[in-house]
């Protein structure tokens, strides 16, 4: 069963993490998908959950409250998720598409700019050589991505602890997590111990890719933190694609090292 719910006391990103961890954790909830704007959750349970316990969970995560929204809200929400794959319009699909593609342009952004740096390396070399241009693409990547964690690191922590394996247990590891994306990032960069470089990226990057796997396969609705708060990204099969890339591109370079 679904309940939709309003929620008070949230004022960014960050605050939707702590809520929709706070009510994940209540036993009995399948699912939970909080928003921002609007301030409302919409929880997925196996059986009822008083408003009351639901409203203990966030009020121990910070300044929040919740209230049960009338059935008229909840019957609209419900119905235009439920909808979500039939056409408005005609046009409906379209609009979903250019959506999509809105959603992930600072993805793209960053992988061109990446690519558009690895190319003008080798062109000023005057040579194409791939490992070197590999430690170029995922050194650019970790600083890139360690540097947007950085602008909000409280807010990352929060997110990310909705979902990796290591951060859902010891929430500090999301404040350690970009600090050790910049480490390697430097290391890709200055060719520095290729071989334990590439090591603790394969490590790292795995674990996080677990978290990631779970999240996808389950449906749920959260924010991915892979460039920190400051983009709503959602979880998906890119964010899956984006780790596994790095796991693999570690694993050829340990390859061609020895």
């Known amino acids: 069963m679904k309940h939709s719910y309003k929620i008070t006391g949230m004022h960014c990103e960050a605050c939707v993490g702590k809520v929709q961890k706070a009510i994940v954790q209540i036993p009995d909830v399948e699912n939970v998908v909080v928003t921002l704007n609007p301030q409302q959750a919409v929880v997925t349970m196996r059986k009822h959950i008083e408003t009351k316990k639901l409203n203990e969970a966030i009020k121990s995560a910070g300044k929040y409250s919740l209230e049960e929204m009338h059935e008229s809200h909840s019957v609209i929400h419900t119905e235009i998720h439920s909808d979500s794959n039939k056409p408005l319009n005609p046009f409906a699909a379209v609009e979903e598409e250019k959506s999509k593609l809105t959603t992930f342009t600072p993805l793209i952004v960053i992988f061109i700019y990446l690519m558009g740096f690895v190319i003008l390396s080798a062109v000023n070399k005057g040579e194409f050589k791939l490992m070197h241009e590999m430690n170029n693409f995922m050194g650019g990547f970790f600083i890139i991505f360690s540097f947007f964690k950085f602008l909000n690191l409280s807010g990352f922590a929060d997110a990310y602890s909705t979902y990796d394996v290591i951060a859902k247990k010891w929430?500090?590891?999301?404040?350690?997590?970009?600090?050790?994306?910049?480490?390697?990032?430097?290391?890709?960069?200055?060719?520095?111990?290729?071989?334990?470089?590439?090591?603790?990226?394969?490590?790292?990057?795995?674990?996080?890719?677990?978290?990631?796997?779970?999240?996808?396969?389950?449906?749920?609705?959260?924010?991915?933190?892979?460039?920190g708060t400051v983009f709503n990204l959602p979880m998906t099969t890119i964010t899956i694609i984006e780790d596994l890339l790095m796991v693999i591109m570690a694993v050829v370079m340990l390859i061609f090292l020895n």
């Open 171 to 227: 929430r500090g590891y999301g404040f350690i997590y970009p600090f050790i994306e910049l480490g390697l990032g430097v290391s890709y960069l200055f060719h520095t111990f290729p071989q334990t470089t590439n090591i603790i990226t394969l490590l790292v990057m795995s674990i996080s890719s677990i978290g990631v796997i779970q999240s996808v396969l389950k449906k749920n609705k959260i924010q991915c933190a892979c460039l």
